[in-house]
């Protein structure tokens, strides 16, 4: 049984900073790719950035520059940076971890950028 828990949502001004972390625990042999998406409302879930076991990243275009995500290995852990936040990064954020064969999903978090 794995578990990805996240935490580190809640609300900040525009132009504020928030990081979220995720951390996976139970039978985990290995991790590989390991990531973050956001649902805003009444719109799909959207990937935001993930990363590779080596460490390789990719990005939304909507967050490049702005956002930063990181794994620690040893922890089992992903972190997502956020910086220079926008009222359009308001959404619930998900962490995903590909562990096995197998594709695990966090419960969400919200962020929510408002003055």
């Known amino acids: 049984q794995v578990q990805l828990v996240e935490s580190g949502g809640g609300l900040v001004q525009p132009g504020g900073s928030l990081r979220l972390s995720c951390a996976a625990s139970?039978?985990?042999?290995?991790?590989?790719?390991m990531g973050w998406y956001r649902q805003a409302p009444g719109k799909q879930r959207e990937l935001v950035a993930d990363?590779?076991?080596?460490?390789?990243?990719n990005y939304a275009d909507s967050v490049k520059g702005r956002f930063t995500i990181s794994r620690d290995n040893a922890k089992n852990t992903v972190y997502l940076q956020m910086n220079s936040l926008k009222p359009e990064d308001t959404a619930v954020y998900y962490c995903?971890?590909?562990?096995?064969?197998?594709?695990?999903w966090g419960q969400g978090t919200q962020v929510t950028v408002s003055s």
């Open positions: 995903n971890a590909d562990i096995g064969m197998f594709e695990y």
């Open positions: 139970g039978s985990i042999s290995s991790i590989n790719a």
């Open positions: 990363i590779s076991s080596g460490g390789s990243s």
